[in-house]
């Protein structure tokens, strides 16, 4: 195949890849560089220490359940309670009962790590008589650095209480237990994610370049970006107000490392093209940037202005992710366009020993895989979209299976916890909900009436109301008291106690009742959850289009691929759904899941169709819309299979957490990028193109082209 005349370089770009990659000026770019992260490192490592994992960083800041977490720190330290539950079959024996006694006494004294011993209650038995379970509620205060000390608090707590034996079975649950549990599935995340990402990574690169030198320089780049963009979250969390918590970080550290590396081969590849057809790589690499810059530069930018989108959202955690997520695709942008290609002029040629190419040698896509599939499809290319459509509509049926009404504690974890053993064993002897009351804000003139109210809703323990925890506290004018549950806390029972609870309290005249608590939190966080995938998703197919609009300068292509993205948007959703009930025995999603994975798979996917596609126009302003979009799948075939199993290997890197949210979106994620890679850009994608040819351009001078005519070069532009 005989290569087109070629293109000489914009003056503007000639000196913008002078900048970066010239032949004294690269030696800036890496100096510079190496400033910056030698300098910002030591911050990078206090990102940990930022994180703020308390209720109100994840809840959305209008909700009722917020506004009483806020005003109950009025009338009280701001804690949740661990309860040690004790039980044994047969009933608890004398022995049982004078160890579960000594326990209280010993917790008593108990101040590290913000337990407030002096407050702790129990034994509460489940009766009076023979009891066969025993409660103690130990009070742990809530702070910004609660996050880091709860695991060690509720370890001290069981260092007095003792462990299961002799058939007397010990655990603690309610929200002391289950945010420890937390806490500690998340401890490491930041080291965990790294280091799984830096294996995938490092794989797929050996795998793609078969050079064990040339992947130490997207890796450097890559770590590079990464500590930079965490060093500039933390002095934004720490002066600007920026909220980060666990979730934030920890896809943060996949998303550099995905997005960072799927730059650097698509740049890699086109350096590599250069190469052959120049003897001075400081020419390659500026003819690289400039004819795959701009694909970068788009596929970026959709990504950050994606993420960015996220800050419409209600749930603070998830609007807080786009800011966070946005910076860290932003900086790996920055290091993958400077920094990369930088490094690459300056080691030479010998970088991708031992496979170098050299001035002259063959293009092997030009005769490889990809051209001889391109070229089977281009038999019949309108039965190939048709089919291939069809199927990912099929499998987009699996929607029906999925579940995303929120995970119960339980649920949550992909191993059994402590905190939700003791959560069963607790339901069997007392109200489902104890250990995780409902709060009640009143006016205090109404605050009788507004008690009666709760006592007589249907899923509310009476009980509870007339002993602590339901005795009332004042405090300038303001009543709070709380109520107990008699189903699980978490569960979809006590979702529809709270809004019974709410409907009951708000209708007492003048008593301007609010309805808090773990509950009240978790029916708010899922109604906020609902209204983001309503708004957010709409907003981000905006944005993209209007990226590709501007990129391609045409509007049916743009449509085209959006649809495209959708359709495997909603296959992968189908898939996945399929495989959490029937493989993995997942009992549902989380109200955020369809969200983050839209985001993800929309945003990250439409990449692979950014890099084709434009590769394709430039292709078309050569030969013509059919044979361009044959070349470009065979030039851009290989390097983006690589790019979409590095990206879905990065995502999947999530399952190592025994957290069920990131493993669902992890494993979602990378089946639609699988799918993306192999199916819809490859197969869908070229197929539209090549049955539709120059109309897909409508409406720039390149649709009224004839698909097969050679454009003089430049007159369309």
């Known amino acids: 195949m005989a290569h087109a005349p070629e293109q000489q370089v914009p003056a503007a770009r000639s000196r913008w890849a002078r900048l970066v990659c010239g032949r004294r000026t690269k030696w800036l770019t890496v100096l510079l560089w190496l400033v910056v992260i030698v300098a910002l490192a030591p911050l990078a490592q206090k990102l940990t220490d930022a994180q703020d994992n308390d209720s109100q960083s994840w809840l959305p800041g209008s909700a009722e359940s917020t506004k009483v977490l806020d005003a109950s720190k009025d009338f009280r330290a701001e804690n949740i309670p661990a309860v040690v539950i004790y039980a044994r079959e047969g009933g608890l024996t004398a022995a049982d009962r004078e160890r579960i006694t000594e326990a209280a006494a010993e917790v008593k004294p108990l101040r590290d790590h913000g337990i407030r011993g002096w407050e702790s209650r129990g034994p509460v038995y489940d009766r009076p ?103 500039i979250i933390y002095l934004l969390a720490e002066h600007a107000g920026l909220t980060v918590n666990g979730q934030s970080a920890g896809i943060l550290t996949v998303l550099v490392f995905g997005a960072g590396t799927d730059y650097a081969l698509l740049l890699v590849a086109r350096y590599r093209e250069e190469l052959r057809r120049h003897h001075d790589r400081h020419e390659a690499m500026a003819l690289a940037l ?25 749930m603070n955690s998830t609007s807080g992710l786009g800011p966070v997520c946005a910076i860290g695709v932003a900086v790996a942008l920055l290091a993958l366009l400077t920094l990369f290609p930088a490094l690459l002029v300056i080691f030479g040629r010998w970088i991708f020993w031992p496979v170098i190419p050299h001035e002259g040698s063959a293009e092997p896509t030009e005769r490889g895989l990809w051209a001889r599939i391109g070229q089977r499809i281009d038999r019949r290319p309108r039965t190939v979209w048709m089919v291939t459509a069809l199927v990912l509509a099929a499998l987009s049926f699996g929607i029906m299976q999925l579940r995303a009404a929120g995970l119960s504690n339980e649920d949550a974890f992909t191993e059994t916890q402590d905190s939700t053993t003791g959560q069963k064993i607790s339901a069997r002897y007392f109200p489902a909900g104890s250990g995780d009351p409902l709060v009640v804000l009143a006016d205090a003139d109404r605050s009788a009436e507004v008690k009666r109210a709760v006592a007589r809703t249907e899923g509310v323990d009476p009980a509870s109301l007339g002993t602590p925890p339901g005795t009332a506290r004042v405090e300038d004018g303001r009543v709070l008291f709380e109520a107990t549950m008699t189903d699980p806390s978490d569960s979809a029972a006590a979702k529809q106690t709270v809004e019974r609870v709410r409907d009951a309290a708000h209708a007492v005249p003048g008593a301007q009742a609010q309805v808090g608590g773990g509950t009240a939190a978790l029916l708010d966080a899922d109604k906020a959850s609902t209204r983001d995938n309503k708004v957010v998703i709409p907003l981000v197919l905006v944005v993209v289009m209007l990226v590709l609009t501007v990129l391609l300068r045409a509007l049916v292509a743009p449509l085209v691929l959006i649809a495209t993205v959708v359709l495997s948007y909603a296959a992968a959703l189908g898939i996945s759904a399929l495989a959490f009930r029937h493989l993995f025995d997942y009992a549902g999603e989380d109200t955020s899941y369809p969200l983050f994975v839209f985001v993800f798979l929309v945003a990250l996917g439409i990449d692979y169709n950014i890099f084709l596609a434009t590769r394709i126009r430039e292709e078309t302003r050569r030969r013509g819309t059919r044979p361009g979009t044959l070349t470009a799948l065979a030039a851009t075939g290989a390097v983006i299979t690589s790019a979409g199993l590095v990206l879905a290997g990065t995502f999947a890197a999530l399952g190592t957490l025994p957290v069920t949210g990131f493993a669902e979106i992890g494993f979602a994620v990378a089946v639609g990028v699988l799918l993306d890679t192999f199916v819809v850009r490859s197969v869908l994608v070229t197929s539209l193109f090549l049955d539709l040819g120059s109309r897909v351009w409508w409406p720039h001078p390149l649709s009224r082209a004839h698909p097969e005519e050679r454009p003089r070069q430049g007159a369309l532009d």
């Open 290 to 314: 400039h004819r795959a810059g701009p694909a970068v530069l788009a596929s970026g930018s959709t990504v950050v202005i994606s993420m960015l989108v996220l800050l419409f959202a209600e």
């Open 129 to 231: 008589r023979d009891p066969q379970a025993a409660q103690l509620y130990i009070p742990i205060t809530m702070n910004e650095e609660s996050w880091e000390r709860i695991s060690p608090a509720v370890d001290s707590i069981r260092d007095v209480t003792g462990r299961s034996d002799d058939g007397l079975s010990v655990h603690i649950t309610g929200p002391g237990g289950t945010s420890a549990d937390f806490s500690k599935a998340f401890a490491g995340i930041d080291s965990t994610l790294l280091l799984a990402a830096l294996g995938v990574v490092i794989v797929a690169l050996l795998v793609t370049y078969r050079s064990p030198t040339l992947l130490l320089v997207p890796v450097i780049s890559v770590l590079g970006a990464l500590l930079t963009a965490q060093a």
